[in-house]
């Protein structure tokens, strides 16, 4: 579509044209006749139409009207309607009085390309004129060219002989010339082998060069049309109905499918059953039973083996795609604008939904200055769905901003998160977890409950996007006292006491969190009510009487019990090892915490619903006594900690007492390791391996073995661009993804490369600052990346990088056996010099400390070192003189 001319641009070009046609002389052959001074005859009337016009009468510039179509009848009728409704607006305004005069019933509009009368429309104002324009008389040039062709006879050209110009030579150069005589071949067979059958015979494919032929299978475009139009022919006809009975309607059954059982007699049973036929037929194929039931012990034989051959899969071209795709992206204009995403996780049982943190983009000082200001913006935890990425589903309010949050394992509905202010929060989604399900209220389950509104009465809040209040919130005063910066839920299978030892969880349900900031320390947090002595009955009497009523605002009460008054159960100090002070965690990692990483939004929604069946809801959970719980021995209490400074220590939870004053005190970590040259954003275990650890922190990314106390095992340094985050890959053990901060994602794959990425790729132009994987399906595995820009980009994981190669597993674990073995052997060699070196330099200082030796000592040793030395040469002489080997004038002299 050409592209539309607004108002004032039509003005400037009109007004530059007038200034071109003042210098333009009028022209005689103009169909008008003759010309005022101005060069506009009296019945033309150059004018200017708006857009807006233009599209009223269907007169557009290049669409309507072109070059060679450049006329419009316009109805007298509704040029008049125009004035009347525009007034002096319309563009027909000052040629009202000659458009009432006009008359006829259609003037004529021309649009003027070259603005001959300095516009680019005029309008024809006599009948007269109007035939000129119409039918412009023709001009005399033409006719005299008209008239020099007809003149013209057309003569049949008469062959002349060829005259060579050297153009013969070059042809001659340019043709193939045989340089050699053609070589013959003659094949012949003998006669008697002609019509003899033909012999077939196995042979080793690998032992000839075309032994094997290989036939792939590709698409063919040819058969694979795509039905782009399709033309069909409807006739309508009377309704008709057709139907068929098998049976009468007087007994409602159908006859063929009717059957009744036949049985033997009591006789016959007895005599088959002592029949010779059968015990001969029982004892022929027992044998082959037996080997068809042991077979079945022993192999699968549901297994597929034609699939397992193959380890890749095949593609066209023979090249495997192995780059991460662009699936999805979310933001928000509203609440994602100038923020950041500082913590992503996919809702555990409803799959297609996530849900982010968003922060503002402000340094410390900056937070300080605009204090104020952050107070209007409420700080949320917006949740996506892909059938909408346009719109949160949900969002929840926080006191601050929220650095950490993770969904219950036991209860997805229940959400606890960690905030900028040092506050621990707690929410409860279950009002919301069928809008989750089914989307934003214009699709899904919901629209069935509006299909009655009244056109006119529809609730305006119904598409907006609810905001939650949270349920609970720590008090500050008993809260960390910097940014908490990481949040775990502690397995449902045990819980920990207010000295750190694991006890045995009767209820089978998540109800402890772990908590970490730069503040020093560890916290540990009980989500349940606790446990207070009885009261009499008057006073819970008055106190019923004084309780609120249930969901103010909205808010469940399910940890009411907790708000404003929530304190944690242990706090775990990390104390140096060589220096006083204390270390600044930032992320943690404890050996059971990652049972419930693996992804499968459907397995995990039906493991859930039958778990979730007799269960209590926390409202009524309370704290048992620590007396009548089983203390557990084969749960592990040691944790590694990154650090602020880079530092990662290995620590154990448990409190031990002091032997004087009986007081509980937090132990020295018993190893720290300087590795990383930044902040440690990462601490995280792989799926497949329990005792291994990925860190990432600065320039640095480390592997860890829990137990191995030397070291890494697997050290990556000086990278050209800081590592912001890092994940193991949920489907290979030997694959992990590590983020920039110049917004690539480094794809680690073990398999291939161990001392570089097998691949970069770029997501955003900012720093990387979360990645989260997701397993959808069996053939659907997703990567969900955020920036500092507030984006979240939703990646496709390829197969190459989610299927696992055959026995992927115990190769990986082998490499980091071997690398284990070659970090202990090195450990030794460096103890060894070490220790070589000790006793050189005691060497060396023993003899320094040797009192001097006297001269006349020291000639008293030269001389007899030099009679030992005449001894022996007189020696040497006197066997060689024995042997015969001394020359006769040696043998004189002797």
Same mark, same amino acid.
């Given at each position: ?191 008697? =082998? ?267 809040? =119904? ?432």
């Amino acid at each position: 579509m050409a592209p539309k001319r607004s108002k004032g641009a039509a003005s400037r070009a009109s007004s530059k044209a007038s200034e071109k046609s003042k210098d333009r002389t009028t022209d005689s052959s103009s169909p008008f006749g003759s010309v005022e001074d101005s060069g506009v005859p009296k019945d033309i009337f150059p004018m200017v139409i708006t857009t807006a016009t233009q599209e009223l009468f269907e007169c557009r510039i290049d669409e309507d009207l072109t070059k060679d179509n450049p006329f419009k009848c316009l109805k007298k009728d509704d040029i008049l309607q125009d004035m009347r409704m525009r007034a002096a607006v319309s563009d027909f305004h000052p040629v009202k009085q000659m458009v009432l005069d006009y008359p006829a019933e259609e003037i004529l509009l021309v649009f003027d390309r070259d603005f001959t009368y300095g516009q680019s429309f005029y309008l024809v104002l006599t009948e007269e004129a109007k035939e000129r324009t119409l039918n412009p008389p023709q001009a005399v040039e033409e006719q005299a060219v008209q008239d020099e062709s007809d003149s013209i006879i057309c003569k049949t050209p008469e062959p002349i002989s060829w005259v060579s110009l050297g153009s013969d030579l070059e042809i001659d150069e340019e043709s193939v010339v045989d340089t050699r005589a053609r070589l013959k071949l003659k094949i012949s067979r003998v006669r008697r =082998e002609f019509g003899a059958p033909v012999v077939f015979s196995d042979r080793n494919a690998s032992e000839t060069p075309d032994g094997y032929m290989e036939c792939m299978p590709y698409q063919d475009k040819n058969f694979s049309i795509q039905l782009l139009e399709r033309s069909t022919g409807i006739q309508a006809v009377p309704n008709r109905k057709s139907s068929t009975t098998q049976t009468i309607w007087k007994y409602p059954r159908n006859m063929y499918t009717q059957y009744q059982a036949r049985e033997f007699t009591a006789e016959d049973k007895e005599n088959c059953m002592n029949s010779e036929n059968l015990k001969n037929f029982v004892n022929l194929v027992a044998s082959r039973i037996e080997i068809a039931l042991q077979q079945n012990e022993i192999m699968d034989v549901f297994f597929d083996d034609w699939r397992a051959l193959s380890e890749e899969e095949v593609v066209f071209g023979g090249k495997t795609e192995t780059h991460l795709k662009e699936y999805q992206s979310f933001t928000d204009l509203k609440f994602s604008k100038d923020k950041t995403i500082s913590s992503i996780n996919w809702h555990p049982t409803i799959s297609g939904v996530i849900a982010v943190a968003v922060t503002e983009r402000l340094s410390f000082e900056e937070r300080i200055n605009d204090s104020t200001k952050l107070l209007l913006n409420p700080s949320l935890i917006l949740f996506w769905n892909f059938s909408d990425p346009l719109n949160p589903q949900l969002m929840l309010e926080c006191p601050d901003d929220v650095f950490s949050f993770e969904f219950c394992p036991s209860d997805p509905n229940v959400i606890v998160g960690g905030c900028m202010n040092g506050q621990v929060v707690l929410w409860d989604i279950s009002a919301y977890a069928e809008r989750l399900q089914g989307g934003r209220a214009g699709g899904g389950s919901s629209t069935s409950a509006n299909t009655n509104t009244i056109p006119g009465f529809e609730d305006k809040h =119904e598409n907006e996007t609810p905001v939650m209040r949270y349920c609970a919130v720590s008090g500050i005063e008993n809260s960390h006292k910097a940014p908490v910066t990481d949040v775990q839920w502690l397995p449902e299978h045990f819980e920990v006491s207010r000295t750190g030892v694991p006890l045995e969880n009767k209820n089978l349900m998540c109800v402890q969190i772990i908590t970490c900031g730069p503040d020093c320390c560890v916290m540990f947090w009980d989500i349940r009510a606790p446990r207070v002595a009885a009261q009499p009955v008057i006073d819970k009497q008055q106190k019923v009487e004084q309780t609120p009523l249930e969901n103010p605002n909205g808010v469940p009460n399910t940890f009411s019990h907790l708000d404003l008054s929530w304190n944690p159960l242990i706090r775990v100090n990390l104390p140096k090892i060589d220096s006083s002070g204390e270390y600044s965690p930032l992320k943690f990692s404890f050996r059971d915490a990652n049972e419930n990483q693996l992804g499968g939004g459907a397995d995990k929604s039906h493991h859930n619903a039958e778990n979730s069946e007799g269960r209590a809801g926390y409202a009524q959970l309370r704290v048992p006594s620590a007396k009548q719980l089983k203390v557990l021995e084969d749960v592990s209490t040691r944790i590694f900690v990154g650090m602020e400074d880079g530092e990662l220590i290995y620590t154990d939870w448990k409190m031990e007492k002091d032997s004087d004053s009986g007081r509980l005190f937090s132990a020295k970590p018993s190893r720290c390791f300087f590795v990383h040259d930044g902040p440690v954003n990462t601490v995280r275990r792989s799926p497949f391996f329990k005792d291994i650890i990925l860190t990432v922190g600065g320039w640095t990314l480390a592997i860890w073995k829990e137990g191995v106390m030397h070291g890494p095992i697997m050290l990556v340094s000086c990278a050209a661009k800081r590592g912001t985050v890092g994940h193991w890959s949920l489907s290979r053990p030997g694959v992990f993804f590590i983020g920039k901060e110049d917004g690539n994602v480094d794809v680690w794959d073990l398999m291939e490369k161990t001392h570089e990425p097998s691949q970069t790729q770029n997501i955003s132009t900012t720093s990387v600052t979360c990645i989260k994987p997701w397993i959808v399906s069996s053939k659907q595995h997703l990567l969900a990346v955020s920036d500092n820009f507030g984006t979240l980009h939703i990646l496709e994981i390829p197969w190459a990088l989610r299927s696992p190669v055959s026995k992927e597993k115990l190769i990986v674990g082998r490499y980091f056996e071997k690398e284990v073995e070659k970090l202990i052997y090195f450990e030794k060699q460096a103890e060894m010099r070490v220790k070589e070196k000790k006793e050189m330099d005691a060497e060396e200082l023993r003899k320094k400390m040797e009192p001097a030796v006297p001269e006349r000592v020291v000639e008293q040793i030269e001389e007899k070192s030099l009679k030992e030395y005449q001894d022996y040469l007189g020696l040497e002489k006197v066997m060689l003189k024995d042997m015969g080997l001394l020359p006769k004038e040696d043998s004189t002299e002797i």
